[in-house]
């Protein structure tokens, strides 16, 4: 199956900072999307990117899909932005497989 | 628009005991999707609905969980008997075919 490997696992930030995630994945794919899991569990959708870049205020993301990798962007991080990243990436089936994320803390 | 809706938010059993979660996908949205998620880990699928039909539930532990989609609408998973490692995050996500998937807000499940 396909692997999905995050970097780094752990980030500290000072207020205002900015930040890069990286997800490396393994095989094409169909969907790739980022999210942000607040401190209560949700999981809160970012970009719907299997290819190609986007943008949405602070946050942007690009996928180059022949070198298998996709970046997250955060520019001018708020302390909001704590809590943990997930890329997950899905094929065929529509599956999503999840890497192990990204813990985000911010300092004011 | 609403969300994906599920309940309860939080449980907590005794191993061996029996429990059920609900969910209720966006309105129109033909896919839904069961996964756990074990504390420090990311989400991992259990299973898939398409419309009624099963898709993959190749990492059902099938002989303690299941789950059925009736009318294509609501979805039911239920775990009987619970083990202690069932402790986890139950998180449903439904879409349109192959396209952005939403999550609920899950529930978190206590095994003692």
């Known amino acids: 199956g396909i692997q999905v490997e995050q970097s780094p696992p752990d980030l500290i930030l000072q207020e205002g900072a900015n930040s890069t995630l990286r997800c490396n994945f393994s095989?094409?794919?169909?969907?790739l999307q980022w999210f942000h899991q607040n401190p209560w569990g949700q999981l809160i959708n970012l970009f719907y990117?299997?290819?190609g870049t986007k943008q949405n205020g602070r946050l942007s993301a690009t996928t180059v899909a022949t070198e298998r990798y996709s970046l997250l962007y955060i520019s001018s991080s708020q302390t909001t932005d704590s809590g943990v990243y997930f890329c997950a990436v899905a094929g065929n089936t529509g599956k999503l497989i999840f890497g192990q994320g990204t813990t985000l803390q911010v300092k004011p | 628009e609403a969300g994906v809706a599920q309940s309860p938010r939080y449980k907590i059993i005794e191993k061996r005991q029996s429990v059920a979660f609900w969910c209720n996908p966006i309105?129109?949205?033909?896919?839904l999707y069961w996964y756990q998620q074990i504390l420090g880990q990311g989400p991992k699928l259990l299973i898939q609905?398409?419309?009624?039909?099963?898709?993959?539930d190749s990492q059902l532990p099938k002989d303690r969980f299941s789950a059925e989609r009736l009318k294509g609408v609501d979805s039911t998973l239920k775990i009987q008997p619970a083990k202690l490692e069932d402790s986890a995050v139950y998180l449903c996500?439904?879409?349109?075919?192959?396209?952005?998937?939403?999550f609920g807000p899950g529930t978190r499940l206590t095994v003692l």
């Open positions: 990117i299997p290819s």
């Open positions: 095989d094409s794919v169909n969907n």
């Open positions: 609905f398409q419309n009624n039909g099963v898709v993959d």
């Open positions: 996500a439904s879409s349109s075919v192959r396209d952005t998937q939403y």
């Open positions: 309105s129109g949205h033909a896919t």
